[in-house]
């Protein structure tokens, strides 16, 4: 069985993970509400509540490494789940290689430009490792990304602290407003940046106290990322406007208030929180294998790491492209899974707790509508990741 604290740092890792959450991806997907960046956080965690809600709310009574296309059966059916699941499977199958490449070429190759030269190489040797550590034992794996993140949080705080230093918080970062189309958009954007947090179900059947932990483990974590968001976001608004729009904001901010060793760190620990996140979505996906086909687990992450180690190598013939060629129909795939799990949820409860199937439809209508969202954004391309 899997302990809880090994649990809980998963679930941790699994949101952006944390360091790659507030160094990379916030101020961009902030947009044109950095100004408030404080207000945009706040917001947006609370619109998130809404998603996390339901997958609580399934895992009440659920924990099987089925994870989300377990809880689509709960209320639709083993047929419906198989649909969901075949979406899901396509959304991370495509994510895989293409995030090994954004690793490489738009994170550690920023960070050390010296690695130019031997981007090919660490674009093969990278999913090699990957591959390695989700064959380990499991408490070898999982005792890895409690590890990483618990590194990510103290660096995020790090972070969070040099840029308060340097700059101040100032009661603008939550009062100012960018109009309501802006702010509305930004926290939405925003809020999209959580959706992983829903990996950890998958390992419900695994984890010591089951649903309880499941429950237990997927609020802490996302309490704990939030407080670190919103105390990054403060400064934020205050930052200068280059830093804020460098290639990898956190890596720029840390340069410019605590000296190039500390960009170093967070360059290096933005890149193994995304890695951590490969190797999470690696690890689920090997559950539902099992889940769906009845296969042991190691033979599915096995078969998993076939295509996934081909696709990399394949991805040297243009990097570039091959990023941005499968980022769009994996973003499409993810969304519409997600999408699957929330419409579904109010049948869940009418045959679970028919007493609460208005509150259902409530939190319903807001993932799906976050969900919609973000698919009409990857369909038109005005999502970048």
């Known amino acids: 069985m899997l302990p809880r604290p ?4 998963a679930a941790i890792a699994s949101i952006g993970g944390p360091l790659a959450l507030v160094a990379l991806y916030f101020p961009g997907a902030s947009g044109g509400a950095i100004t408030s960046a404080a207000r945009i956080a706040a917001l947006a965690i609370i619109v998130f509540l809404a998603p996390l809600a339901v ?3 399934f895992s009440e009574r659920i924990a099987s490494a089925g994870g989300l296309a377990a809880f689509v059966e709960a209320a639709a059916g083993r047929n419906a789940a198989r649909v969901q699941a075949a979406v899901w499977i396509v959304s991370y199958f495509l994510y895989l290689p293409y995030t090994v490449t954004y690793v490489v070429y738009d994170v550690l190759a920023v960070v050390f430009p010296g690695l130019t030269p031997y981007r090919g190489s660490l674009e093969l040797a990278l999913p090699v490792a990957i591959v390695v550590l989700v064959l380990a034992p499991s408490v070898v794996a999982f005792g890895a990304l409690a590890f990483l993140a618990a590194a990510q949080l103290v660096l995020s705080v790090v972070l969070g602290i040099f840029a308060l230093t340097h700059v101040g918080g100032h009661v603008s970062s939550f009062t100012s407003s960018s109009g309501p189309h802006t702010t509305a958009t930004a926290v ?7 959706v992983c947090i829903s990996l950890p179900v998958f390992f419900g059947a695994e984890v010591r106290g089951g649903s309880r932990t499941v429950r237990r483990g997927l609020l802490l974590a996302y309490a704990g990322t939030a407080a670190v968001l919103l105390l990054v976001a403060i400064p934020l608004a205050t930052v200068s406007a280059r830093l804020r729009g460098a290639a990898l904001p956190g890596v720029a901010i840390a340069q410019a208030y605590g000296g190039r060793s500390l960009a170093v760190a967070i360059g290096v620990g933005s890149a193994a ?13 090997g559950r539902l294998f099992h889940w769906l086909f009845e296969l042991p687990v190691r033979l599915a ?6 295509p996934f180690l081909l696709a990399d190598a394949v991805s ?13 129909p994996s973003l499409i795939a993810l969304w519409l899974s997600q999408l699957i799990v929330f419409a579904v949820f109010p049948l869940f409860r009418l045959r679970t707790s028919p007493q609460r199937v208005l509150s259902a439809l409530a939190l319903a209508a807001v993932a ?5 969202y973000g698919l009409y954004t990857a369909i038109t391309g005005s999502l970048g990741s």
């Open 301 to 306: 992450l096995s078969m998993i790491a076939v």
């Open 6 to 9: 090994l649990f809980l740092g």
């Open 273 to 285: 929180s995304v890695t951590g996140l490969i190797v999470l979505e690696f690890l689920a996906l």
């Open 55 to 57: 997958w609580l709310g």
């Open 316 to 328: 040297l013939v243009n990097p570039d492209r091959f990023y941005s060629d499968l980022l769009r």
């Open 188 to 194: 939405a954007t925003v809020s999209l940046l959580f």
């Open 368 to 372: 799906c509508a976050l969900s919609g």
